[in-house]
Nanobody, 118 residues
Framework: QLQASGGGLVQPGGSLRLSCVVS????????MGWYRQAPGKKRELVAG???????NYVDSVKGRFTISRDNAKNTVYLQMNGLKPEDTAVYYC??????????????WGQGTQVTVSS
């Protein structure tokens, strides 16, 4: 089970930190990631992190978002800085079936709304 939190309303240029707590004992050997889906758009992978801590990001968030994980807390984070209106979406955390990012999508959290607006 994945429980996401941390979304909300923020002004352009602001910051939010999303958290996703994962139930279970195998968190440390699985890839984790964050997807987002805006109204009328396909769900897209925003950021992923392997079990070893390697990361990748969609081009539109590089330099602004940082994904990290705390294996002791079974938690993955998405620090979002310099938020833009186009970042507005429902953000979903997901776990992988294996250690690598392409395995993401095994389990999904419930989604948390991020709205960037003045």
């Amino acid at each position: 089970q994945l429980q996401a939190s941390g979304g909300g309303l923020v002004q352009p240029g602001g910051s939010l930190r999303l958290s996703c707590v994962v139930s279970g004992s195998s968190f440390n050997i699985k890839a984790m990631g964050w997807y987002r889906q805006a109204p009328g758009k396909k769900r897209e992978l925003v950021a992923g992190i392997t079990s070893g801590g390697s990361t990748n990001y969609v081009d539109s968030v590089k330099g602004r978002f940082t994904i990290s994980r705390d294996n002791a807390k079974n938690t993955v984070y998405l620090q979002m800085n310099g938020l833009k209106p186009e970042d507005t979406a429902v953000y979903y955390c997901t776990s992988g079936s294996e250690w690598f990012i392409r395995s993401l999508g095994d389990y999904w959290g419930q989604g948390t709304q991020v709205t960037v607006s003045s």
